[in-house]
Each structure stands twice: as structure tokens, then as C-alpha cells.
């Protein structure tokens, strides 16, 4: 079987399963549930500025380990820088990145860093990326905060970055059906 494998299967020894996606963080205030009286629309600063940057995110399900990069904006040369990144962070392994159909994640095999693999899900179905519950996460930390500036924006969301350990990641994302999928594929 192995020697019908593409050459980069043959050629590392190491496979990781990524889950990626991206998300827009911005100056507009995200809102969430607040415990009020029956009737009563919850109340806190709110602000309307819509400059924003993208997060671009990998999370591994079976050990925890992420990859986030910053950018401006969204497209195919952001995805693919993306990428190139991520291969440099991780040169020694071939890395399987399951990603959904959106237009910037259709790169050509040239396009890819020889260690990356994209697996593409089906399409419009968010809930089968456990990225998303990782969005999720952070967006609450910053549910209902008011920014001046993307700097300091910037810096609350490094800060929840720094704080999420292989643990934290795994919880998230360690999908049992995930979890059991990898194991019987041994990766």
C-alpha cells in the first residue's frame, strides 16, 4: 500500500492531523448573554468601528499543539503564506491539514510546501472543524471589551494565545470520533 503513496508519504516519518480555519477580530464589540431581569436587553459599552485583522489557525485534536498567524485579510496569498509559515515551524513532519471549501484554500499542488497535505471537508459544514470551538473560546475572553486600537487589541489576544496549552487545545477539539479516526489511520 505504502508504495502506491504519494512521494511524501514515503518521505517522512512523521504525520500530524491539523484542523485550520480563520476568524476575523475586530474593533466592533462582540456581545453575549448577560443575566438580566425578564424583558431586560443586557447593557454594556458598545462600539461600532469595524477595522479588523484575520487569525489563521491550526489546532492538532490528538496532541494539543497550535499554530496561529496574523493578517490583513483573507485571499489565496495570505492562505499560502500561511502555510509556508507553519511548514517552517514544523519542517520534520508531513502535515495533513483539513480545511474547508473556501475559495483562498484552493492552491494548486505546486502552490503547497512539500510537507503539507490539504484535506478538504465537505462543504458548509463549520461543525465538522474543531477550530471553530477554539474561536469560540477566545471570542468569550474578549466578549463585551472595548478596544481603542488594533494594537491593544492585538495584545489581549496574544495574551489568550499564550494562555492556551496543548491541555486547553486538546479539550477543545479532541473530538472522540476524532480521536478514534486518527488512532485507527495511526496518526
Known amino acids: 500500500m505504502l508504495d502506491k503513496a504519494p512521494d511524501q508519504v514515503k518521505k517522512y516519518k512523521k504525520w500530524l492531523f491539523w484542523c485550520s480555519d480563520e476568524t476575523r477580530l475586530g474593533l466592533h464589540t462582540i456581545q453575549r448573554r448577560r443575566i438580566t431581569l425578564r ?24 496532541t494539543g499543539r497550535s499554530f496561529f498567524w496574523e493578517f490583513s485579510h483573507l ?4 492562505f499560502q503564506a500561511y502555510l509556508e509559515q507553519l511548514s517552517l515551524e514544523y519542517p520534520d513532519e508531513l502535515h495533513i491539514i483539513q480545511v474547508d471549501n473556501a ?16 484535506l478538504f471537508q465537505p462543504p458548509h459544514c463549520p461543525e465538522v472543524n474543531p477550530t471553530e470551538r477554539v474561536w469560540e473560546y477566545i471570542k468569550e475572553f474578549l466578549a463585551w471589551l472595548v478596544f481603542s486600537n488594533l494594537n491593544e487589541l492585538r495584545v489581549k489576544v496574544q495574551e489568550i494565545l499564550a494562555s492556551l496549552t496543548n491541555h486547553v487545545i486538546g479539550f477543545l477539539t479532541g473530538w472522540s470520533w476524532i480521536l478514534h479516526s486518527l488512532s485507527l489511520a495511526h496518526l
Open 39 to 62: 424583558g431586560i436587553k443586557p447593557v454594556g459599552k458598545h462600539q461600532w468601528k469595524f477595522k479588523c485583522f484575520w487569525l489563521y489557525g491550526a489546532v492538532s485534536p490528538s
Open 103 to 118: 475559495g483562498g484554500h484552493l492552491l494548486s499542488k505546486s502552490e503547497l510546501p512539500d510537507n503539507i497535505i490539504l
Open 75 to 78: 485571499d489565496k496569498i495570505c
